[in-house]
């Protein structure tokens, strides 16, 4: 999850990069691997996409 200190706090998906209204619900995911990440995702296609990506391609 991306945020930027500039007085409010920017949430962009994971996928695509589309900037995320974050008082609106959107997907999420918990990904384990050596610490716990929660990656949101601006809609349920953006989170399918990253899901299906090859596990080298999966941003961290």
């Known amino acids: 999850m991306e945020t930027h ?4 706090s920017v949430t962009r998906c994971e996928y695509c990069g589309e900037v995320i209204q974050t008082d609106d619900w959107h997907p999420a995911l918990i990904v ?6 929660v990656l949101t995702f ?5 989170r399918n ?3 299906q990506q090859p596990p080298e391609e ?3």
């Open 42 to 46: 601006c809609e349920p296609k953006c």
């Open 58 to 60: 999966t941003p961290k």
């Open 49 to 51: 996409n990253w899901q």
């Open 32 to 37: 384990k691997n050596d610490e716990s990440h």
């Open 5 to 8: 200190n500039t007085g409010e």
